[in-house]
């Protein structure tokens, strides 16, 4: 940046001398002089910039090269400038005759700058094989050069255009030179066009590779796309700078803009007219016409070999749900209904996922970024959701050890009733009057749990109680013969009926029989029932609460007998006699 700054400037330095070093035209100008005057320096500044030029090509050394090349403008805008001071007085003349030398001088500038321009084409291309060639750090230095033949160039080319100009303007016919001057212009632009397309696909080939690489290794390939860029970025500069040119001169200018726009991205960048914009709207859908055509066969087989794969993860899926479910109903493998049912669910999806990763990886999908994503997306939700992870933690906990199973009665969580359904978040419970809890799997892990009916018989703890008036023996022989009887009580373990407790109101009898779990509590209403019922029939007792009252009367003393009382009124109101003023005897 700051050499293209230091070429600018002197290029205003150079101008602001020549204009000092330019005399007045004194009132008797001879022009016929001044014209053989400036055609001489015209010729003289040709044969030294040419013998510039040579030196230019033999020298190594880039810090020669740019003094070389300042050399070479200096002189170029030395001559230049008094070439124009010429000019502006033979436009003061306004003379046909004085015109005509202004025109000669004209065309030999103009061959000038046209020999200029061919070095300088030439010596371009040659920048451009030797920053091909040049170390990393040197590139950079070859690159600054190159941008000042860029400015060089498209100075030269605007002069010519200027000069034209002037002639047409005195009424010279200069179809020839425009036609030669728009080919030059063409031919300059096709060049920039063509490395421009060239560093633009160069880039993204480097993109592309770098994406492949590992961390590691991505340094080069970086250095590599930003020196690729630099030369993106500066091609697309003086190809906009030319658009001005070929603008001016009426040249087609819409396929450039468009090129401007796909190697850029930025469509502000290359629309300069309403044309412009139709061209690049245009070459987009053609574009997009063109790749969909060419790809298209590409996309559908992608397309067949995305779902076959995935039909294929599919039906792997269900043989894998059906291989774990015969193993784990299996009556050897003695797994729970929530373990078989996690294993199932968890085999077949966890199938249908890699099968999935398997198809995008097949059809050209980069894994890597979607990967690298749900790992951080998992940390992430681990923080967001972190209840949801405990209660699936307890899940995974109570899946391991088991506590209960699918249609167990269980007590956890602060909720009684049946095991309905679990996952791994949480447990259905559906109570016995039919209310349905669905409980965090994290407060009945961390909570007592009771499971009911886990084992297979139970123990029926009854107590009955009768009056002290009865007789035990009596009592014991009903209650075993009401347990002895009843269908559903066990005959071993064998049941319990022992007289257990003397209340404050009745004896207590304990009854204890051993049961199915499924007969429990038919067991308990019908002994209970018919308990009631075979008590009454034998004149048992089933006492209420009672409590003895014992009173105990006490005499009074003997009353004094009753004398007369007589009432006097004194100052303070009515008094017993015999009492003092304040009432005390």
Known sequence: MWRSVLFALSFFCVAATAEEAAPAAPPSYDFAAERAAVLA?????????????????????EMGRDLLQQQVVADTLSMSRRVDAFLDEVNKANIPEVQKDGVAVLRAENEFLQSRLELAASDLRSLYELYEQAQPDKQLLVLLNINDFYSYMNWLLGERQQNLAMMAGWGVDIKAERRKLNREITR?????????????????????ELKTLPADARSAFESQVATQDRLVKSAVGNLKELLVLMEAQQLPVEQYNELIFKATGNLAEAVVSVGAMRTVLIGMWEDAGNWFKTNIGGILSRIVLFFALMGAAVLLGRLVRRGISRAVTHKKARFSALVQDFFITIGGNLVVVIGLLFALA????????????????????????????????????ILIYRPFDVGDYIEAGGVAGKVGKMSL??????????????????????ETIKNITSERIRRVDMVFGVAYTDNVEQVEEILNEIVTHHPSVLKAPEHVIRLHVLNESSVDF?????????????????????????????????????????????????????????????????RAAGEGEDGLP
């Open 425 to 446: 978040v949480n447990t259905t419970i559906r109570t016995f009057d039919n209310q349905v809890f669905m409980v965090p799997n994290a407060k009945i892990w961390g």
């Open 41 to 61: 320096d015209i010729e003289s500044t040709s044969k030294r910039v040419d013998r510039i030029e040579a030196n230019w090509k033999k020298t190594e050394s």
């Open 510 to 574: 304990i009854v204890r029989p051993w049961v199915k779990t499924d007969d429990y509590w038919d067991v308990y209403w019908d002994i209970t029932r018919e308990v009631k019922v075979r008590f009454d029939r034998e004149g048992i007792t089933i006492p209420f609460p009672q409590r003895e009252l014992h009173v105990h009367t006490i005499t009074p003393p003997p009353t004094l007998p009753e004398e007369p009382v007589s009432l006097q009124r004194s100052d303070t109101g009515l």
């Open 188 to 208: 300059y632009a096709e060049f920039m066009a063509s490395y421009l397309r060239a560093s633009a696909r160069q880039k993204e080939l480097l993109k592309l």
């Open 362 to 397: 097949q059809v050209g999908w980069d894994l890597t970024p979607v990967l690298t994503g749900l790992g951080v997306a998992g940390i992430v939700i681990g923080f967001a959701l972190q209840d949801t992870l405990s209660n699936f933690a307890s899940g995974m906990m």
